[in-house]
Structure formats: structure tokens, C-alpha cells
């Protein structure tokens, strides 16, 4: 089995900055692309930031420039350095994961599409 666990909400005033972490747990052989998503109440889900396996990134138009993805292979972690924060950034942001595969016993086993529980970040005005 594998999880994906992310740290690092919480409670931040408007231009402040927050850094979220999301650890694949698990004897990980391979991730491909990690991306995070955000979904504040009433809304659907939306991509914010994501990351190739050999580091290509993509952003939201929303969160461009002040939003930085980047992940640590060897840790098999992926962060989001939120900077300039603003009260419409306010949401779960989920940790998402395309394809990952993980070695159990002496097989490869693949996983699609697994996301993190969700961390929440409140941003006052």
C-alpha cells in the first residue's frame, strides 16, 4: 500500500507565506508526476501547481509567480512554497500523485491516482 501524507497548513494573514509537504510513504521504486490541487468550500477541485518527474513544472494562472513546486526525489517528497498568500487561497489543498510504484516483497506494484488526505490553509484578511 502506499500514502501520500501532507503537512503543513494552517492559519497564515493575508501576504504571509506557508510551505506544504507531501511524503510518499512506502518502499517507493518510481513517482511520476506530483501535483497539488485546492478545493475551498462550494468549489470543485483545481489544479494549482504541477511537477514532472524530471522536474517540468506547470501553474494555475492564479497562483503564477507567487506559488513555487518543487520536489526532492531522493526524500520522495514534493513541497509548495505559497508566498504572497491571499484570503481566495483559502482551501484543502491535496497532494496528487499520477502514477507511482512501489517494490512489495519481490514484485513492482503499480499506483494510479492517489491522493493525500488534505491539509488546510486559512488565510485572514
Known amino acids: 500500500q502506499v500514502q501520500l501524507v501532507e503537512s503543513g497548513g494552517g492559519l497564515v494573514q493575508a501576504g504571509g507565506s506557508l510551505r506544504l509537504s507531501c511524503v510518499a510513504s512506502?518502499?517507493?521504486?518510481?513517482?511520476?508526476?506530483m501535483s497539488w490541487y485546492r478545493q475551498a468550500p462550494g468549489k470543485q477541485r483545481e489544479l494549482v501547481a504541477a511537477?514532472?518527474?524530471?522536474?517540468?513544472?506547470n501553474y494555475a494562472d492564479s497562483v503564477k509567480g507567487t506559488f513555487t513546486i518543487s520536489r526532492d526525489n531522493a526524500k520522495n517528497t514534493v513541497y509548495l512554497q505559497m508566498n504572497s498568500l491571499k484570503p481566495e487561497d483559502s482551501a484543502v489543498y491535496y497532494c496528487?500523485?499520477?502514477?507511482?510504484?512501489?517494490?512489495?516483497?519481490?514484485?513492482?506494484?503499480?499506483?494510479?491516482?492517489?491522493w493525500g488526505q488534505g491539509t488546510l490553509v486559512t488565510v485572514s484578511s
Open positions: 511537477i514532472s518527474s524530471v522536474g517540468t513544472t
Open positions: 512506502g518502499r517507493i521504486f518510481s513517482i511520476n508526476r
Open positions: 496528487h500523485v499520477d502514477q507511482i510504484q512501489i517494490i512489495d516483497g519481490s514484485v513492482r506494484r503499480r499506483y494510479l491516482e492517489v
